[in-house]
């Protein structure tokens, strides 16, 4: 294998003549004009769609982990710029950006409402998580190639890669609830996925490790007991330790600043979340009540500056350290960006008022309950006759397909690439008995 393996694609890919873009700008370049991320523009981040226009979208989330993955990035060569080992296998910034903006693609339609229905609804068929469809997304379905999917670097799909474990290998059947006669009424805390690629991309998951040593890559797909009752691997490549940091400062303090602007989180709600807690900012150099001050202030520049002056600390407190992946040898799995403890722990005592207040809320609470019934329901009507029902170039697939499992993963791949309005719009036009048309577009 050539020096350049994490730079190959599965499907040979010849440049054009002229071209001067590295591999990592081409996969760049790739992502950015791809349906599956243009359609994060109309996926839940956390608040529903459609009532404001301020608040986040999968999008735009995506973008400002990319940001903040980037700006890792460059802290690590300033903080490492003595080690040549570490400057010379960190990912350029295309690298770097490809990775952040990608990482949600494969989440389906209502948030975490809509991953766990069509985990209820592929149950019995190799079940379904959101980043293991990110994955089959780049790797199979996005339509710049015909069976490659986007045909990405190695190292890019090593950087996606979150859970480097299959399905079957990690899922705990008894740590699934019951499953009432109506799906959709099922509670999602009983019914969430493992954290998993799908069984069906094993041999692009083969692919990827294929430069790991055997005792290597056996130890770094290793997985152990989660809380859940499913299995949860433990190890993670280099680049993907750094998208995972960008993403949890961006969703920890842009979710907050959205919640604040929107009132969904008061001053009151702060002080009460952080009463007895403020150790856990003096730790970080911070006092809550200033930093209160600042957040809640009537000035919404006040708040920006606090937010950003968060992101920097955080970033600030990251570097790299060796990864416990046994007898490691290759630079991008022997390494993991890590935040310090303290301000891991802040993090996350920030992120825990998002959740309580935001997250776990009734309101957004019924609108995933809304999106799983909807999901699901979805579902039910196309595998019940599916020639009938799919679209002619779906349709297609789904003849193609040998087996049952297969072909209800066509009907997962179709609705797990919805948009909210998308799946909301076909539902109405199957379910709703109000006059429709056979012009109606989707």
Avoid at 250 to 261: F, K, N, P, V
Avoid at 293 to 312: D, M
């Amino acid at each position: 294998m050539t020096d350049d393996f994490w730079e190959m694609r599965r499907l040979n890919d010849p440049r054009r003549q002229g071209e001067v873009r590295s591999e990592w700008e081409r996969d760049y370049a790739r992502l950015i004009h791809s349906s599956a991320f243009r359609r994060l523009q109309s996926k839940t981040q956390v608040l529903g769609l459609g009532e404001s226009d301020f608040y986040r979208t999968r999008l735009t989330h995506s973008m400002e982990v990319a940001q903040i993955g980037v700006g890792i990035v460059r802290w690590l060569k300033s903080r490492h710029e003595s080690d040549p080992e570490v400057i010379s296998m960190l990912p350029r910034s295309a690298l770097m950006s490809s990775i952040c903006l990608a990482h949600d693609i494969g989440h389906p339609p209502f948030g975490h409402g809509g991953e766990v229905a069509l985990n209820l609804c592929m149950r019995d068929f190799g079940g379904f998580e959101g980043n293991g469809q990110t994955l089959r997304i780049l790797s199979k379905l996005d339509k710049y190639t015909a069976d490659h999917g986007l045909n990405p670097t190695r190292r890019l799909l090593l950087g996606v890669l979150k859970y480097p474990a299959s399905y079957s290998a990690v899922v705990g059947e008894k740590a699934y609830g019951p499953i009432p006669s109506q799906r959709w009424l099922s509670k999602a805390e009983e019914q969430h996925p493992p954290k998993c690629y799908l069984d069906d991309e094993c041999d692009v998951v083969d692919w990827i490790l294929e430069p790991l040593g055997e005792e290597e890559r056996s130890a770094f797909i290793s997985a152990e007991t989660h809380k859940s009752g499913h299995l949860k691997p433990i190890h993670k490549g280099l680049d993907t330790s750094i998208m995972e940091l960008a993403d949890d400062i961006s969703y920890s303090l842009h979710d907050l600043e959205d919640a604040i602007s929107l009132g969904m989180i008061t001053r009151d709600f702060w002080d009460d979340h952080n009463q007895d807690k403020n150790d856990r900012f003096s730790d970080c150099g911070l006092d809550s009540n200033e930093l209160g001050e600042k957040l809640f202030s009537h000035e919404s520049y006040e708040r920006k500056k606090a937010i950003g002056g968060l992101v920097h600390q955080f970033i600030l407190d990251i570097e790299l350290k060796a990864s416990q992946v046994p007898s490691a040898t290759t630079s991008l799995i022997k390494w993991n960006a890590c935040m310090g403890e303290k301000n891991k722990t802040l993090l996350g005592h920030i992120f825990d008022l998002v959740k309580n207040r935001v997250i776990k809320s009734p309101n957004v609470q019924q609108l995933e309950f809304k999106g799983q019934k909807l999901v699901i329901e979805l579902f039910d009507a196309l595998s019940s006759d599916p020639e009938r029902l799919l679209p002619i170039s779906t349709q297609n697939r789904y003849r193609g397909a040998e087996t049952i499992h297969q072909k209800n993963r066509v009907i997962c791949d179709y609705i797990s690439g919805m948009t909210d309005e998308y799946a909301t719009r076909l539902y109405e036009k199957i379910y709703y008995p109000h006059k429709g048309s056979i012009f109606d577009r989707l």
